[in-house]
């Protein structure tokens, strides 16, 4: 398994709090990815990053913000926490010439 | 704008047969297009994948089938198993862009009943 791990596995929330996901991976790629998955929609894009302090955002980035200051950290914060951010948020890497690899998923819920 | 849909959204099969997804795309610039298979409480993980310039791709009892005039693309497991019970979702993307990133269907729950 690509070394991918994301942190917290779970975690639950009051909302208007700030909250941040980390992942971490140990394969030196390139690419890094935030998605959301929620039933119906599928993989929705948050932010990615494509280097060190280079990021952009993706299809469903509202209330989301990222930071890489390093290779191997991706961190995820949600500024003011919602309950439309009750999700399953999933981090992947990629070398950028084919396959992404995907970690296991944090669980989040915002009470 | 979606620009993968997939289809259909949820499938049932028997123990044997064979189950097919089917994605359309719209981008053009899209050429490489992987399948990915996700179990209940794991992240997704890639299972096949093809590029435009073949019409079919095969590994084991999965195949890619690419109609790259129709813009279409579609996923073909034979001899279902209980085991692939699982959710599917295509993707595509551009692989010689600048920013690499794959845009995915919004996935199809197969469930293979015994």
């Known amino acids: 398994d690509a070394g991918i791990t994301q942190s917290p596995r779970h975690k639950v929330t009051e909302t208007g709090t700030p909250v941040t996901l980390r992942c971490h991976q140990t394969?030196?790629?390139?690419?890094m990815y935030w998605y959301r998955q929620d039933p119906g929609h599928g993989l929705r894009l948050i932010h990615y990053?494509?280097?060190?302090?280079?990021?952009d955002k993706g299809e469903v980035s509202d209330g989301y913000s990222v930071s890489r200051s390093k290779t191997e950290d991706f961190l995820l914060t949600l500024e003011s926490a919602t309950s439309s951010q009750t999700s399953v948020y999933f981090c992947?890497?990629?070398?950028?010439?084919?396959?992404?690899?995907f970690g296991q998923g944090t669980r989040l819920t915002v009470v | 704008q979606q620009q993968v849909k997939q289809s259909p959204q949820s499938l049932i099969v028997q123990k044997g047969g064979i189950s097919i997804i089917n994605c359309a795309y719209e981008n053009t610039a899209f050429d490489y297009f992987p399948w990915y298979q996700q179990f209940p409480g794991k992240g997704p993980a890639l299972l096949i994948a093809i590029r435009p310039d073949v019409s079919e791709k095969k590994e084991g009892r999965f195949t890619i089938s690419f109609n790259k005039s129709a813009k279409q693309f579609s996923l073909h497991i034979m001899d279902s198993q209980p085991g692939d019970s699982a959710t599917y979702f295509c993707a595509a993307t551009n692989s010689g862009g600048s920013n690499y990133k794959l845009t995915f269907g919004k996935g199809t729950l197969l469930t293979v009943n015994p």
């Open positions: 992947a890497i990629s070398g950028g010439w084919a396959e992404a690899f």
């Open positions: 990053s494509y280097g060190v302090k280079d990021t």
């Open positions: 394969e030196n790629h390139r690419y």
